[in-house]
């Protein structure tokens, strides 16, 4: 065969789906933003377009943006985090 094992074979199908239809890779970035709290950046690398582009898609298909902490606790996490970086 062309490919040496099927594994093989797999991966260059879901390249070539991922290069030849765009909107699959939407599709996937959407559902895992969805479903297991892929944040906007790394949706929007995924689906290969601008964060605000990705923001749009969102806001089109009427998925709520997360952005920025959740919690309270979160947020004292993420100002403990700043204060130790060095500017």
Do not use: C
């Not at 490919?3 to 789906?17: G, H, I, N, S």
């Amino acid at each position: 065969g062309v490919y040496p094992d099927a594994d093989t074979a797999m991966q260059e199908a879901l390249r070539v789906l991922w290069q030849e239809r765009p909107a699959v890779r939407i599709n996937v970035a959407v559902h895992r933003y969805r479903t297991e709290g892929l944040s906007v950046a790394k949706a929007a690398a995924l689906a290969g377009v601008s964060f605000d582009r990705m923001k749009e898609i969102l806001a089109e298909r009427g998925v709520p943006l997360r952005l920025g902490p959740e919690t309270l606790e979160e947020a004292h996490a993420e100002l403990d985090s700043l204060r130790g970086m060095r500017l």
